[in-house]
């Protein structure tokens, strides 16, 4: 596999990447975001989720436990009741963060759980003991599906546990096995999904609505269409380059690279930890909700824990407006019509472009002027309580969508 930071990096795909790297940081963070990549084959949107595998932080568990327990707030079966002194003496360990897949193909048994048949035919100690799947041992990491639509087409009852784990955060998970009492779990997992909505059998939206709309952000990967990423594509898919990249994997330059990504995700987790939006851009979100008719509250959560995120991963102190603009197609793709979506995305954009002390140019094409206009405002930005009354009507006047 080609190590994650050697990947392409070009227009269409940098937004997989920006969200690939939020989703690590909010769940190293505690809170997971889940994200899922649509598109044509060949896009390599499966190749980058996978890679990320490489840039994972570690974590600390209790020794050897399964469930992955936080020695500071265990939620397991096993170790839940225990006492602080009882959980010290069992002691902690380091492991990388989770990340496993769920294929399109799986059964029940092995992604919640299943008897421990090891266990219970132990001819000295039998035992009737749970074996936890993948979904549980995914605890404060990562689980991706490729395929959703045919996992969702496929298996009503996987599908339903998933909108158990992601309906809430934290999600939680019932293991039942005939014999067994029914056991009830926390898991904290993000879940990452991709899929292609062109083949079979359509996308996600259209086979499971509410699954879809349990993915906090929808990244279209769209067909590339300048000749030099093509080219560079078709460069990268050739055998002889395939050959050559797997000598030179795990180089030295790689490890270190991927270090310096651990280090970085560590580093934002923990300024996201402190980060929060300001009231007036809540209040922005709380209007687009009203005006538009939203729907989904799901929707505008996204789009706060999206803003903050983006501006931790763009080592700014505050979220700002375009912030949110930046994150409003990847929320509303898969949960409004293509209409609404582009009244919203333009109802934003004109707005950005009115002078004013909070102006933001949001012009999609035109990264350059965004990172200026940025810049711009940290410069001059005060905090509210320095404005006088009247800039401070304009601010909200500005930000405000007209009512209906
Ligand atoms: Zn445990």
């Known amino acids: 596999m080609i190590p994650f930071s050697k990947l392409e990096r070009y227009e269409g795909n940098e937004a997989l990447f920006d969200l690939v790297m939020m989703s690590i940081v909010s769940s190293y963070a505690g809170e ?60 902690e360990e380091e492991i990388p963060m989770p990340f496993l897949e769920i294929s399109h193909s799986a059964k029940i048994g092995t992604i919640a759980g299943s008897i421990d048949l090891a266990r219970l035919t132990d001819c000295a100690h039998p035992e009737a003991q749970l074996l936890p799947g993948t979904i549980p041992q995914a605890h404060r990491g990562i689980i991706f599906i490729d395929e959703i639509n045919r996992l ?18 934290p999600g939680h998970l019932q ?20 899929s292609n909505p062109d083949e079979d059998p359509g996308s996600l939206e259209e086979i499971r609505r509410q699954l879809s709309d349990r993915f906090d952000m929808v990244c279209y990967m769209g067909r590339p269409t300048s000749v030099d ?12 380059h395939k050959i050559n ?22 580093k934002w987790a923990q300024n996201y930890q402190k980060a929060d939006l ?48 930046h994150m409003i197609p990847q929320v509303l793709k898969h949960r409004v019509d293509g209409d609404t979506l582009i009244k919203i995305v333009n109802d ?33 930005g005060r905090p509210l309580k320095d404005l006088g009354r009247n800039e401070l009507i304009n601010t909200e006047k500005t930000l405000a969508p007209k009512e209906v």
């Open 32 to 91: 997971p975001l889940h994200i899922h990549a649509e598109g044509l084959r060949g896009t390599g949107k499966t190749t980058i989720m996978r890679a990320a595998r490489g840039i994972l932080p570690n974590i600390k568990r209790i020794r050897s436990c399964v469930y992955n327990c936080d020695p500071a707030r265990p939620h397991c079966p096993i170790h839940r009741d225990m006492s602080p002194d009882e959980i010290a003496q069992l002691g």
């Open 175 to 194: 293991i039942e096995e005939a014999g067994l009492p029914v056991v009830d779990i926390q898991v904290n997992v993000s879940v990452w999904a991709a």
């Open 229 to 240: 990423i093509l080219a560079q594509m078709l460069k990268e898919n050739s055998h002889t």
């Open 278 to 325: 300001p009231d007036f851009l809540r209040n922005y979100i709380a209007r687009l909700y009203v005006k538009h008719n939203l729907e989904s509250i799901r929707a505008i959560e996204a789009m706060q824990q999206g803003a903050v995120l983006y501006s931790t991963i763009k080592n700014r102190d505050q979220a700002i407006i375009s912030d949110i603009t």
């Open 245 to 266: 990249r797997s000598k030179e994997m795990n180089d030295q330059a790689d490890l270190s690279k991927n270090e310096t990504y651990r280090q970085n995700i560590i």
């Open 348 to 380: 934003t954009d004109a707005r950005g472009s009115r002078d004013g002390i909070l102006s933001f140019k949001n012009k999609k094409n035109n990264p350059k002027k965004t990172e200026e206009d940025n810049e711009y405002f940290t410069m001059t």
């Open 152 to 169: 969702a087409d496929t298996s009503p009852e996987i599908t339903d546990i998933l909108l158990d784990v992601m309906g809430n955060k």
